[in-house]
């Protein structure tokens, strides 16, 4: 599976954006599909999982009642809404790919998209 994350970018706390993550080369259905976020200086931790079917969802702490993560099987992308932003959620932004093991823990993603910048400006 190859996945591009998209949508990152600039805005002031308090504000929203929505990132967006499109996979092709094999069926998307197949897998559930993680958000994970790295901040500077910090390790990647997770921030949300939707199972295949999108009837499951896992969010961190951080991101409960802000973040909304999402699926349209038919168009190959995972979208994770972000609300009420923080600069503490300043990171770069990745989506992975997984078949098995637990949700919350990078070990279990077979398949990672390149990243997208979020920046929260205070």
């Known amino acids: 599976v190859q996945l591009q994350a998209f949508g990152g970018g600039v805005v002031q706390a308090g504000g929203s954006l929505r990132l967006s993550c499109v996979a092709s080369g094999r069926t998307f259905e197949n897998y559930g599909m993680g958000w994970f976020r790295q901040a500077p200086g910090k390790e990647r931790e997770f921030v949300a999982h939707?199972?295949?079917?999108?009837?499951?969802?896992l969010y961190a702490d951080s991101g409960k009642g802000r973040f909304t993560i999402s699926r349209d099987n038919a168009k190959n992308t995972v979208y994770l809404q972000m609300n009420s932003l923080k600069p503490e959620d300043t990171a770069v932004y990745y989506c992975?790919?997984?078949?098995?093991?637990?949700?919350?823990?990078?070990?279990?993603?077979?398949?990672w998209g390149q990243g997208t910048l979020v920046t929260v400006s205070s």
């Open positions: 939707i199972s295949w079917g999108g009837g499951s969802t």
């Open positions: 992975a790919a997984r078949q098995g093991g637990r949700p919350d823990l990078e070990d279990s993603y077979d398949y």
